[in-house]
């Protein structure tokens, strides 16, 4: 049905880029000619009657009609019509945009003042938003604070991001129809901070914006979304997932830290959260709940990490979770809570120590 | 010679008396000379009055105060806005030290865009109408001496001042405090910066004083609440014996539909702040969901106050238009009876199209749906009354004095926003262009255009009575002019950059959307000097215009029936009622530069006898 539509653009409108968009854009056509002809109806009235009817002597009182019911019913009804039109139209396609189809590919996005974070299938995190072509994606949303909204004015639709609950977005944006290619290679560019930039030079950027109110720098709450081939986007998030390459890795597991949200729960300057702090915790002996007391070396946190919960330390809940790492990320994490330790081998230099957590 | 050589050799050549007369064009006994004006002396007289028409002219000062003050604040916005400056779209590239300077600038802005607003939502457009025209007129259309209960029309007045004060003490310091950050010592903090929709939970979560704003604006709607309260019961109660529900003005049912509104509407609005002051003061979980609250829940409390609102401030303004359209086409009103009830039906649909302000919050497609269905019938009753209106001007003798020229420029924009208001009602389309200037721009010219145009209609039109003074027909033409020109340059160019995307309450924008904003702004600024000269021809004919005839438009409404500026009863004798929208018994008197009533048809025994 969508295909049958071609690619057109309302008056006035940005590029229709999602499959969605045509539909939308041919009921905006429908609507500004429906308009445009009811505005020019009324004001070419107007003119003339000013024109044709113009008072000539202060004492003209014409006596012309003053009610037809036949006409009122007129002027009811034929709006009535249009209008009902419209809104079938409208709700047809809004049903097209307000359901995703089961076969979507998911991602999450994350929003807080002032800032997107998407997660990717695979767990990777960027701030800006990375998805394949051809392909219905689905987005689900999500506040840590207030209400904040997922709008791409080129895909024609938005979505309210409210706390406390999960709502959800999905578009589908066509290859062939966009320009969307991929040349072969990912560029890979490192930034003066280290941290290393890949870029697909085939792919289609669109601007993301916040479009509910959200306080002091909701303007600048902007991201983009980046559509790339199938071919493009394996290669854009092998690059990009692949980031720990070349970095030493105490790094990798700063990175990882916050990546994973190990934040959340393990501080890094000795203040009690749900789990224990990583600071002075590697070479220090732990009370678990068993009686005995271990010191935390390297296999005792590596079992800590791939089997949580299961050697119990003396106040703390079970609750941590069991991610999904790689062997590498585990060193990575393992060299990292070391380099938080004054028993460890590194030295405490990384800028997480500065910012605390 | 043409037909407008005819009329302006008979318009200008008028060298009318400039003496008081009564509505038989006879000069009026300077013994009997007094008027509501003039009747009291003393600033206690003013201050403590019940009469309807004093209480009137103090609504007009504070809120055309306000509507200064809310107007200066859209011209800092709109500068702001098209400020080099003020445009940040490359922001990774400032240092920390820029990117705090631009935090403080946008703080600023958004706290301007809320006291702009809050100030004109609250303090003009919602009372304007009613609380200026309405309480001065309402009583004399019905011929009755004062309102239901002039004692709760003075309180409403103070509600309105006491809330309205505070609202503007809190807001304004915190616009004071940013450009002057020293100050909060001073006075404390204050400031708001949530917009007027207050949506949780960023309004129970900002550090801006929510909480004092939100009593300001429950204090202002119980002025909203007592206004409607009297308004009802003189409609039910003060109608003159003979004049029906369907003999009554069409400005008389307007401000009617508009108080059932009020009534109903306003306490919903004053239950919703009560519960965000609960959360805020108390942490009660109702709207913060970290609380255990639902923030969509606030949503729909606030705008179901707030759309009937919408129709508050318009439904009158609809009113005022039907009263000029006929009085200046010289020829009754086209289809009285579905303009009346057009205006109950619109106050009824009001209640049940809220939810279309929530169309992308994620409630569900069942409920987007009937909201959608129920919004586009707005349509019909909005199409009636253009149809009406344009039918009553058919085969008139159309007079374009100045309240015909605002009348006219109503039915442009409100066409225009009321179109626009069908993309919005189409779901698909709303999903593109909810909360962005698309929107901006529809309820500009919904509320403030239209509104605008029909209190500026309605001040032209009744401002004879209201002062006994004319004003000068040329400038107030050209102003009218000017500001139909900048309306349209401010707002029409917002609908294109809403199209493209621009969302609303952006205090910075990537660079494709400044050439929008410097047309919008350029046209702010017509539209700004164009209400400077309303202003000037006010005060010129305060000051200098020559005295009003008893009736200068020949209109017919009972008003009219009495001098200008009217006694402090309003009329010498009680008159009984007559039909509106004849307006034959009127004949024009060169010498009183008006119309003056047939004097062989005396209009109290001639309605007698039709009875």
Redesign the interface.
Known sequence: MLIVLAQTRGIGMPEPVSTFASEVDWLWNFVTIVSVFFTALNLGLMAYFVYRYRQKDRNDLPHGQHHNTTLEITWSVIPLIIVLAIFVWGFRGYLSMATPPANSLEFMATTWKWAWEFTYPNGFKTNELHVPADKPIQVVLESRDVIHAFYVPEFRTKRDIVPGRYNKIWFQVDSEPNGVAFNGAIETETLPDGSKKYTDHGAKKYRLYCAEYCGTNHSKMQAYVYIHTQEGYNAWLAAASNWQEGLPPVQVGQKLYSLKGCNTCHSLDGSRGNGPSWKNLFGYPQMLKSGDSKVADEAFIRQAILEPNSQGIVGYQPVMPKLNLKESDVSALIAFIKSQSDKGPYPQTSPALKNGR | MH??E??ES?YMSATPQSIPTDIFGKPVNPQKGDSYLTHDRGILSWLLTLDHKRIGLMYMVVILASFLLGGIFAIVLRTMLAMPGAN?AN?ASYTDEQLAQI?VN??FY?QAFTLHGAVMVFMFIIPAIPAILGNFVLPMMLGAKDVAFPKLNLLSYYCWVGGGLFFVWVLGKGILNTIFPGMVEFWGSGGL???WTF?T??ST??GTAATAAVAGVFILGFSSILTGVNFIATIHTLRPKDMGWFQMPLFVWGLYATAIMQVLATPVLAITLMLLLAERMLGIGIFD??LG????LFQHFFWFYSHPAVYIMIVPAMGIISEIMSVF??????????IACSSVCIAIIAFIVWGHHMF???QS?LL??IF??LT??V??PS??K???W???????????ETPMLYA?GF??LF??GG??G??L????????V???YFIVAHFHYVMVGSMMFGLLAGMSYWWPKMFGKMYHEGWSKVAAILIFAGFNLTFFIQ??AG???M????????PEFAIYHHISTLGSYILATGLFIVLGVWIHSLVRGRPAPANPW?ANSLEWHTKSPPLHANFEKTPLATDP?D??DW??DENVGGYVMNENTHHEEKTAQTK
């Open positions: 037909a407008h005819v009329w008979q940040q922001h935090s946008n703080d958004n910066d949530t917009g949506y939970p960023y979560s900002t969901p970290a609250g639902d923030p969509v086409s010289r020829k009754r009103i086209f289809g009285y009876a579905f992308t919050s994620g497609d987007n749906a959608s269905f586009m019938s349509a019909i199409a009636i253009i149809f009406n344009l039918a009553t001007m058919y085969k008139g003798a159309i007079v374009l006219m039915i442009w066409t225009i179109l626009t069908v993309y009602a189409a779901l698909s389309i709303d999903m593109h909810h909360d962005t609908f294109i199209s493209l995307g969302p609303r309450r952006y205090a910075t924008y990537p020949g929208y307006f034959d004949r024009w």
